[in-house]
């Protein structure tokens, strides 16, 4: 433990090693959003073209918000609110956003942590001839998704109520790397089944009619969401972070490690769709309906479906208990509560609405919720709509416009300068001030559909 700081209580915690801290953040940002999301977005909107375009706004974005980000977090010691709020008073509603986006994703996110907690038994168990139907079966049902999703988040909040560096930082430092070599594993098996090559091509060649402004709004929302950006959580994380630390190395390493296992994902999923003959636009389904088909088809098939969904499980839970920490972060800077109190309380909210989204699925799927589009979802969509593609977006244009704005650009140049050089100083100040809040405003709109209506 290095010594702490005046802000930094124990109850906050602090990284035990710059290590430690850039495992917690990759496990932040590898999680469900890589595994699960990626894949099937890819699937859902032309396959190379999402990639080309996802890829490109993970080199604008992805660097330039987690440098921002990550610089107002240490240079407040704060949680999301307080860190706005200290560096000018009034501000605290961006991290407020944010606060509130990591509140509802978690909501759904541990849902879906369910499903993958289901196949890690279904390996053992098996899911039978018919894929899909087992999959929809299940997460149709009313009471089995539901025990799953009590027990993920019952782990997430176990771990959170350890504090920082004793919990976050340990299942990281083995989980990380031991998923990335059996997704290799997966891949090799994957992209050499019979009929890969229609699947290699889909994802790999970007047909350029398809790159669409909806393919433009589905990659911004999923670079979000994949990178933990928008919504205060690499503030929180970085709030937690000692004054030697390179910033500016973390901000290219975190995103490109993210980005690389997302693309793996969709290297181990998307051929096996074709070799198999599923559907890529299939949606959330997809990697579970996949994979189980890839595994029967391997020797030793059930114990690396095994593995790999306990790995999947452990990246899940990497994530949510960055989620969780700012919502907590939040209850103990703010409202006073001790680390115990805040899980429990927010633990328990986000359960009750959780149980909300995992019935959408089936015997709720008729209750409707109208949103400002002019789409009306079910609550599993809603959460994933509203914080996706409207909140983190929102949360990430206005910190861009924070620092270049409020904050002042060169303040933010003297946080990240503590730690090292700053080799890219003169591009992010021209990023975060104009390029970064312009692009992502302007796709905001157009996800809106306000831009139909100017344009058109
Ligand atoms: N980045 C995580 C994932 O891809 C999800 C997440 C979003 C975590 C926002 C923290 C904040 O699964």
């Known amino acids: 433990m290095q010594q702490l700081k005046p802000e930094q209580t124990p109850e906050r915690g602090m990284w035990s090693s710059r290590f430690g801290f850039l495992m917690a953040a990759v496990g932040s940002a590898v999680g469900l959003g890589n595994l699960w999301k990626f894949p099937y977005l890819a699937g859902e909107n032309g396959g190379g073209a999402f990639v080309l375009v996802y890829v490109g706004l993970v080199v604008i974005l992805g660097f330039t ?41 978690l909501s759904y996110y541990s849902v879906v942590g369910g499903w993958v907690l289901k196949y ?25 998704p539901v025990l799953y999703h009590l ?30 070599i059996m997704l ?7 992209v050499t089944l019979e009929g890969a090559s229609e699947g290699l091509k889909y994802y790999l060649t970007p047909n350029f009619s398809e790159i669409t402004l ?19 959580c690499m503030v929180t994380y ?19 490690l993210d980005s690389l296992v997302a693309i793996m994902a969709g290297f181990a999923i998307l051929p096996a769709v074709f070799a198999f003959g599923f559907a890529p636009g299939e949606g959330p389904g997809l990697m579970f309906i996949t994979l189980p088909a890839v595994f029967e088809s391997m020797p030793l098939g059930t114990i690396f479906s095994l593995i790999f969904f306990i790995l999947v499980f452990f990246a899940a839970i990497s994530s949510s ?31 009750v609405i959780g149980i909300g989204a ?20 079910g609550i599993f969509d809603f959460l994933d709509v509203v914080t996706s593609y409207y909140l983190l977006p929102l949360g990430g244009l206005l910190s861009a416009l924070f620092i270049g704005f409020v904050w002042g650009v060169p303040n933010a140049v003297k946080e990240i300068k503590t730690g090292g050089n700053f080799r890219t100083e003169k591009l992010w100040s021209v990023l975060i001030k104009y390029i970064v809040p312009i692009l992502v405003f302007v796709i905001l709109l157009s996800t809106t559909g306000l831009l139909d209506k100017i344009i058109g």
């Open 65 to 105: 918000l987690m440098l921002a980000e990550l610089s107002i977090g240490r240079h407040t010691n704060s949680d999301a609110y307080g860190a706005y709020n200290k560096l000018k008073k009034g501000w605290g509603f961006i991290g407020g956003f944010g606060i509130l986006a990591g509140f509802l994703i």
């Open 120 to 144: 890690v038994v279904a390996s053992i168990t098996g899911v039978g001839a018919d894929k899909a139907g087992y999959f929809t079966n299940f997460i149709t049902s009313s009471v089995e």
């Open 151 to 180: 027990l993920f988040m019952g782990i997430t909040a176990f771990i959170v109520i350890r504090g920082v560096s004793g919990g976050i930082e340990k299942a990281v430092k083995i989980v990380m790397p031991a998923l990335f």
């Open 184 to 190: 290799m594993v997966i891949v090799l098996r994957s």
């Open 214 to 232: 909806k393919v433009f709004v589905a990659a911004l929302g999923q670079v979000f969401f994949s990178l933990s950006l928008g919504m205060g």
């Open 238 to 256: 970085g709030s937690y972070l000692s004054k030697q630390e390179d910033l500016e190395k973390d901000a290219l390493l975190i995103p490109s």
């Open 321 to 351: 208990i960055s989620l969780m920490e700012v919502t907590v972060a939040f209850g103990i800077d703010r409202l006073k509560w001790s680390r115990k109190v805040s899980v429990l309380v927010f633990t328990t909210v986000m359960f």
């Open 358 to 377: 995992s019935l959408s699925m089936g015997a709720w799927s008729d209750f409707l919720i109208p949103w400002i589009d002019g789409n009306s979802y």
